[in-house]
């Protein structure tokens, strides 16, 4: 991949809600669930963040305009359920074992 593609893919991805949390995709998208959603920090792009993403099943908004709130789902790593912190699964925020959607951290709780 040369260096304009790469730049090119960055751009794509930081152009399709660049600076948005889940509860605001929740909105932008129709309130449509459940909705995966991968983490791209300051544009990165690498197979790290690529093979892992949250699907959304259920989203409590709150605050001016519910631009903020908790949001609830899993955790998957290339393609299937997976331990948020595989090398740490008892301190997990979310396990491939949990049957509840857990609380996705750091999602725009706005606190």
């Given at each position: 991949m040369t260096e304009e593609e790469k730049q090119t893919l960055v751009d794509?991805?930081?152009?399709?809600?660049?600076?948005?949390?889940l509860t605001e995709i929740y909105y932008n998208i129709g309130r449509a669930l459940p909705f995966t959603a991968q983490r791209?920090?300051?544009?990165?792009?690498?197979?790290?963040?690529?093979?892992?993403?949250?699907?959304v099943v259920r989203v409590e908004p709150h605050g001016r305009g519910?631009?903020?709130?908790?949001?609830f789902g899993f955790y998957y790593r290339n393609g299937e359920r997976a331990d948020a912190y595989e090398n740490?699964?008892?301190?997990?925020?979310?396990?491939?074992?949990?049957?509840?959607?857990?609380?996705?951290p750091c999602c725009g709780c706005g606190s």
């Open positions: 794509a991805v930081n152009c399709k809600y660049p600076h948005q949390n791209f920090p300051d544009g990165r792009v690498s197979d790290w963040y690529r093979n892992q993403y949250v699907e519910g631009k903020f709130g908790n949001v740490d699964p008892e301190h997990s925020w979310c396990t491939k074992d949990d049957t509840e959607p857990q609380p996705i």
